[in-house]
T-cell receptor, first 113, second 113 residues
Framework: GENVEQHPSTLSVQEGDSAVIKCTYS??????FPWYKQELGKRPQLIID?????GEKKDQRIAVTLNKTAKHFSLHITETQPEDSAVYFC????????????FGSGTRLQVQP | EAGVVQSPRYKIIEKKQPVAFWCNPI?????LYWYRQNLGQGPELLIR????????DSQLPKDRFSAERLKGVDSTLKIQPAELGDSAVYLC???????????FGPGTRLTVL
């Protein structure tokens, strides 16, 4: 089955700096890659996603890049703010999300004011 | 639009006791997922329903876990008997037909003593 590895496990940045979280996946059949943000005690919430036919997607301060050949994808957050502090999970799925998501182990991002 | 609803939000039980979790997906979503999230980890799939049919239950420990989705709407996940290692957050998610995004409920935090 699919295996998703995520790095780093913790990330501390100063407010205004950029943050980058990286994930690799094992199954070349995976074609849908969402990123979820989970605040303490809250539900995971989708912040951005990308399909395998696209190399990059951007939404305001958040961007995701995908390298299908290398089987890795990354989340980029620019101009970080204290409210960006949370745990971020990458995930992968086949059939453009119809199958269950395989999640990475999460990255705890702390933005220092 | 109401999101995915789960109850109870918290449950504390003694080991060997039974426990049940309930999920009401977003209206019209025919795909429903149950995930388990251990502390500090990403969610892991337990079972996926397409309408009332369980189409992926390979990760469900069938000796003690059971699930049902009568009429293809609400779903119940049961553990009997519970073990100490079952302590986790149980997340329900739903997805609309033809859509990519899985929407998560707030989860039920189970503590087995």
């Amino acid at each position: 089955g699919e295996n998703v590895e995520q790095h780093p496990s913790t990330l501390s940045v100063q407010e205004g700096d950029s943050a980058v979280i990286k994930c690799t996946y094992s199954d070349s059949a995976s074609n849908y890659f969402p990123w979820y943000k989970q605040e303490l005690g809250k539900r995971p919430q989708l912040i951005i996603d990308i399909r395998s036919n696209v190399g990059e997607k951007k939404d305001q301060r958040i961007a995701v890049t995908l390298n299908k050949t290398a089987k890795h994808f990354s989340l980029h957050i620019t101009e970080t703010q204290p409210e960006d502090s949370a745990v971020y999970f990458c995930a992968a799925s086949m059939d453009t999300g119809r199958r269950a998501l395989t999640f990475g182990s999460g990255t705890r991002l702390q933005v220092q004011p | 639009e109401a999101g995915v609803v789960q109850s109870p939000r918290y449950k504390i039980i003694e080991k060997k006791q039974p426990v049940a979790f309930w999920c009401n997906p977003i209206s019209g979503h025919n795909t429903l997922y149950w995930y388990r999230q251990n502390l500090g980890q990403g969610p892991e799939l337990l079972i996926r329903y397409e309408n009332e049919e369980a189409v992926d239950d390979s990760q469900l420990p069938k000796d003690r876990f059971s699930a049902e989705r009568l009429k293809g709407v609400d779903s119940t996940l049961k553990i009997q008997p519970a073990e100490l290692g079952d302590s986790a957050v149980y997340l329900c998610a739903s997805r609309g037909q033809g859509a990519d995004t899985q929407y998560f409920g707030p989860g039920t935090r189970l503590t087995v003593l």
